[in-house]
Structure formats: C-alpha cells, structure tokens
C-alpha cells in the first residue's frame, strides 16, 4: 500500500498551454509573475485502482468554491503500479452534460510539454492554465490515456456524474458527443488550484463517508463540505476561504482498508495542499464498526495527537469533530457505543486540538442519542441525508477557521 506518496510540482513555466481555437497564451497575463498566491478550491483523495481503459478520454466534472484569476489542476498515479502515461489533458468551463463553454478550452501542459508521464506512487500538478474561473463553477477536467499504464488511480464515490469517451483523444473538444458513457468516479484528477482566490486559503474536511458524501443526493453538490463552502461564500471577500474534500468512503483512521489510512495519507490529502489553513477532522467510525475492529479508545487519542501534531509542524490548525451516532446500523453494538462515547468525551474535552465542532449534537435524536436524528438518516442510519449533510456545515463556527 502506497503511503503519502509524493507530490511533484511541475516546473511554473512562461510556456502555457495553447486554449484551443483561442490562440497561444503568452506570459503577459496572470500567470509567470514573481509571487503567485494559490489556493485549493476542490479535491478528491485517491480511495483505490481500477482497471484502465486504454485508449479512453475521461471528462471530470468537478465543482469549485472559490473562483480565480488563473487554473491548474493535480493529477494521480499515486496507487499506480506502472508509469502513467497522458497525451492530452484539458481544462474548459462547463456548460452542460459533457459540453464545454465555448472559448473556455485550454489544454493543460507540464513543463510546457502537453503530454507527460506520472511514475507510480506520485501526483503531478500541470503549470498555470490561464483560464479565470468564477465561483461556484463547475470545470472539466479531461484526460486521455493513449495506452495500458496499469491500474487507475481514481476516488471511487464522487456522488457526481461523468463521462467516457471509450475510444479516442476526445480531450479538446468542446461537444461532448462522443462522450457516450457515464461513471460516477472521477480518474486521475485529485485537485485544482486557482490563482488570486478572495482569502488565499483553504479548509481541508478529511474523513469517511459521511465527509465523502454517501446519502447526499448526486450531482447536486450537497456533502457537507459543499455546504460549508456555500457558507463561506456569504462572508466578506478576505474570508471566502475554498474548501477541499479529503473524504474517502470507507476509510480507516488506524489502518488500512479503503484506501491508505486517514494518517498514511495526512501528508498528500491534506498537509501538502495549496493555502491550508486548517483541517477539521472527522474520522474513527469505519474503526469502531469494521472487522477488525478497535475497542481501545486510547489508540484513537494517540492517533488524534499525531494528526495534530503532523498538522501544527506545518503551521496548520485541527479542528476535532465528534463521531457521529449509528444506532440501528448493522455494525452497531453497545460495547462499541460505549468505545464512540468515550472518544467523544475526549474530542469534547479539547484533547490535542485547536477547536472543536460538535457534529454528535448537531444531528443525534434527543429521545434516543445513540441514533441519528430521522429527518437527518439517508435510511442506513449510519449516513445523512441533504438535510442532516447542512446541519453538519451549520454547526461549524467559521470564525474558528479565519
């Protein structure tokens, strides 16, 4: 299993990618100035592999929160096996389905090269697109893979819809027609920053499941990151933090399962991100319900003292969150109620972190603490549904990420 693995930063070149049918960019725009600021305005941590689809062109639609004057996005071979190979990856604005914004198609380069190679184990971010992205957009991120470079890296549940092109470099074109396929992941794409965002910084929401989004209703953008961000966005321009979803379903904060643990992979999912300011941290469930599981709340605090130690190295605030009820779920039982309770009781009690967000309150039935609230549980009474995912992002202070 790959640990943090590592990331790589393209070399910022003057040399841009050329934006299809709008001539070549040149250095006199926003980009190739002596300081840039970036911020990170969307992620997917990587949760697995599948395997690929040579010869394919994936269009990614991901949504942003804060906007720029500038692009570029990361992409992921980091639970690869083999060298990666791309001969064309594309950035556009979106207008509908696998459709592009006309005029708004920039190809992507790294190094000024527009086909590159990711070794196994790392991730690659492209050099400045020169595409400004409002808030709240959606963007296509469109890669193809000319050839088998063995398992895709991919998050698995995006909650969105997507498209494939099952033959073809399809990458620049505007129509999505020969996007004739659909998949609710997105491949090869873990991040997009943007250039001159309103704050210049980023929360990173890092857990399971409940962060990933599981019981939202797809492609509607209401995981509670999503939520949040529609929060910030309220707030006058030099708080409109973005924020980055390092949720991973069916992740582990102790062990490897689904995907590498919540600490192997602290460093590539959240530390390592563009402007990060702070962290808030909801994770352990998936330990306390899976097999095996953890019965010992001492390893969660150990774990939890490590995360925030790591985190604070890089001047990053942890903002701890309590875990969330499940009773009437299948993994429930009263011995491991008793192991959640005692691991709230030390979150509630400050334990190592900056502050703390009470999500158990926010979304518990009062007449029975151990279940989630009803008009919150999606049904499997472990995950929200769109109203329980808000009174997750409602809860936050968002002062208490300034």
């Excluded at 000024?112 to 020169?130: H, K, M, N, Q, Y």
Aim: proline share 6%; charged share 20%.
């Amino acid at each position: 299993m790959v640990g943090a693995g590592r990331v790589v930063v393209a070399l910022l070149v003057c040399v841009l990618g050329a934006g299809v049918g709008e001539g070549t960019a040149t250095a006199e725009g926003p980009v190739g100035r002596a300081t840039e600021t970036w911020t990170g305005t969307w992620e997917a941590a990587p949760s697995g592999t599948t395997p690929a689809l040579p010869g394919a062109s994936f269009r990614n639609v991901v949504h942003l929160g804060v906007g720029g004057s500038a692009s570029r996005v990361r992409l992921t071979n980091r639970l690869g096996t083999a060298p990666l190979r791309l001969d064309a990856v594309t950035v556009a604005l979106r207008e509908a389905g696998p459709d592009a914004v006309p005029g708004s198609m920039w190809v992507a380069t790294f190094g000024g090269a527009r086909s590159v190679t990711i070794p196994a184990g790392e991730d690659l971010v492209s050099d400045p697109v020169p595409l400004a992205v409002p808030d709240g957009t959606d963007l296509l991120v469109t890669v193809h893979t000319p050839d088998d470079s063995g398992p895709a890296t991919y998050h698995r549940t995006a909650g969105q819809t997507n498209y494939v092109a099952p033959q073809g470099n399809w990458a620049a074109d505007v129509d999505g027609a020969a996007y004739t396929a659909t998949t609710t992941s997105w491949y090869y794409v873990t991040g997009v920053d943007v250039l001159d965002a309103p704050a210049a910084g980023s929360v990173v929401a890092f857990g399971d499941s409940l962060t990933d989004g599981n019981g939202s209703t797809r492609d509607t953008n209401r995981r509670w990151p999503d939520r949040l961000a529609e929060r910030l966005g309220t707030l006058p321009s030099s708080r409109r933090l973005g924020v980055l979803n390092a949720g991973v379903s069916g992740n582990r904060l102790l062990r490897d399962d689904v995907g590498p643990s919540g600490l192997s992979r602290l460093d590539a999912d959240a530390l390592s991100r563009s402007g990060v300011r702070v962290v808030i941290l909801l994770e352990g469930i998936n330990d306390i319900k899976g097999t095996p599981n953890a019965t010992d709340p001492a390893a969660f605090e150990d774990a939890y003292r490590a995360f925030v130690s790591r985190a604070h190295a890089h001047g990053i605030r942890v903002i701890g969150a309590t875990l969330t009820p499940y009773g009437g779920n299948s993994g429930y039982t009263a011995a491991r109620e008793t192991v959640r309770q005692e691991i709230n009781g030390f979150i509630r009690g400050g334990g190592p972190f900056d502050s703390v967000v009470d999500f158990d309150a926010a979304v518990r039935d009062p007449e029975q603490p151990q279940r989630i609230l009803p008009g919150y549980d999606c049904g499997d009474h472990l995950h929200f549904n769109d109203a329980g995912m808000g009174a997750l992002a409602d809860t936050v202070d968002l002062t208490a990420l300034s």
